[in-house]
């Protein structure tokens, strides 16, 4: 069975960097078989596709975050984070991982509420 | 950009529930379809308009390409309630419709 399990710190400073890592069991990014993704929900509910990864290091960023956001991968650890710099009160919301972002989005974790906070 | 109708509907168990998801241009069949409910994580439904995922009850179908798409649940279940998201991946960025809250009437 596919897992994946966002941590991380769930209060952030405005102007700071928000880090996020997923942990991903039950799959290996390395196999080259699947995109890792990070999507994020507003507090509206609304849902916004942050960006992807392959395990070959390539990605693809939502232009509403590119020139903030970086998506990293850890093959040894089975592993890929997310930061996003100068956060501000938009940025506050829950945070997922999911396994997809070729296309649909098959797997999610239970994802993280992170809230930026003055 | 994706349009979800209605926003709201009010359903029994047992109801037939149609929602549907507009795009604004085409996004041929690249069209997924997610149930969520209060403090989980979104789960995929149907991908590519009208299959459905593994160990999806088939009282969920999907239709539709191009820029008019609809879920449909022939029979409402209490597991059913929650809210659903639809997803287009044929026009990068990947877009999620606003949402459509199923409650119990």
């Known amino acids: 069975q596919v897992q994946l399990q966002e941590s991380g710190p769930g209060l952030v400073r405005p102007l700071q960097t928000l880090s996020l890592t997923c942990t991903v069991s039950g799959d290996s990014i390395s196999s080259g078989g699947h995109y890792w993704s990070w999507i994020r929900q507003h507090p509206g509910g609304g849902l916004e596709w942050i960006g992807y990864?392959?395990?070959?290091?390539?990605?693809y960023y939502n232009p509403s975050l590119r020139s903030r956001v970086t998506i990293s991968v850890d093959t040894s650890k089975n592993q890929f984070s997310l930061m996003v710099t100068s956060v501000t009160a938009a940025d506050t919301g829950v945070y997922y991982c999911a396994r997809g972002g070729y296309e649909y989005f098959d797997y999610w974790g239970q994802g993280t509420q992170v809230t930026v906070y003055s | 950009q994706m349009t979800q109708s209605p926003s709201t509907l009010s359903a029994s168990v047992g109801d037939r529930v149609t929602i549907t998801c507009r795009a604004s241009?085409?996004?041929?069949?690249?069209l997924a379809w997610y149930h969520q409910t209060p403090g989980k994580a979104p789960k995929l439904l149907i991908y590519?308009?009208?299959t459905l995922q593994t160990g999806v009850p088939s009282t969920f179908s999907g239709s539709g390409s191009g820029t008019e798409f609809t879920l449909t649940i022939s029979g409402l279940q209490p597991d059913d309630f929650g809210t659903y998201y639809c997803?287009?991946?044929?026009?990068?960025?990947?877009?999620f419709g606003q949402g459509t809250k199923v409650e119990i009437k």
């Open positions: 997803q287009q991946y044929n026009i990068y960025p990947w877009t």
């Open positions: 990864i392959y395990y070959s290091g390539n990605t």
């Open positions: 590519k308009a009208s």
């Open positions: 241009q085409s996004v041929n069949n690249g």
